[in-house]
């Protein structure tokens, strides 16, 4: 109820998204008025993940949950852009044998109806899913070395915001003000005062 018919972007709670013009494709994403966008990525065993097959103009032409030969290597990530109708298809669902409502069931609603893209995220990019605390360590570990080498916060939201203009530099000031000298606080005043 609480979209009441708007569109809505789903983003998986332990999926982790990285990589230069990930920012862009969210944009041309939401953009689009009807369909559905899910973002894929390759991976070396698409058995274990929703798969989207393309053809030569990368335009979806299959999507499978764990298929046994995927058709693919392009596993369907965490993420997905929906248009206003979504809330309708999904209540068109019926549970799976598991017994749950799947992601990959509402996204071949899009599919059939000719209306599912595919964004890949391809080198440079990583996509992580934190659902193992393996994984979380992992996940971790690639956050370190790049916010220690590059000497940039990854996933900043203040620092989205003020690029992005819905945050003043007085606002990102005080926001970095509540958070104390704290290196999280010390970074935002050094994005206000003098940029990345």
């Known amino acids: 109820d609480f979209l009441d018919g708007a569109p809505a972007t789903l983003v998986l709670g332990d999926n982790l998204f990285y990589g230069h013009g990930i920012g862009e494709m969210m944009i041309r994403a939401a953009a689009r008025k009807t369909g559905a966008t899910v973002f894929a990525h390759p991976v070396s065993d698409p058995r274990a993940y929703g798969v989207v097959a393309v053809d030569a103009s990368g335009r979806a032409t299959e999507i499978v949950e764990k298929p046994e030969i995927p058709a693919s290597n392009l596993a369907v990530t965490g993420l997905y852009v929906y248009d206003d109708r979504v ?40 996509w992580l899913d934190t659902g193992t605390p393996g994984d979380l360590l992992k996940a971790a570990h690639l956050i370190e070395v790049l916010q220690e080498r590059q000497g940039l916060m990854i996933g900043c939201p203040e620092e989205i915001a003020y690029e992005q203009g819905f945050l003043t530099r007085e606002g990102l000031l005080a926001a970095a003000k509540r958070l104390g000298k704290s290196p999280y606080g010390a970074y935002l005043v050094r994005v206000a005062e003098h940029g990345r």
């Open 87 to 126: 809330v309708g298809h999904a209540r068109t669902l019926k549970p799976s044998p598991r017994g749950e409502l799947e992601i990959t069931d509402l996204n071949r609603v899009y599919l059939e109806a000719g209306e599912l893209n595919v964004e890949t995220l391809g080198r440079g990019f990583a």
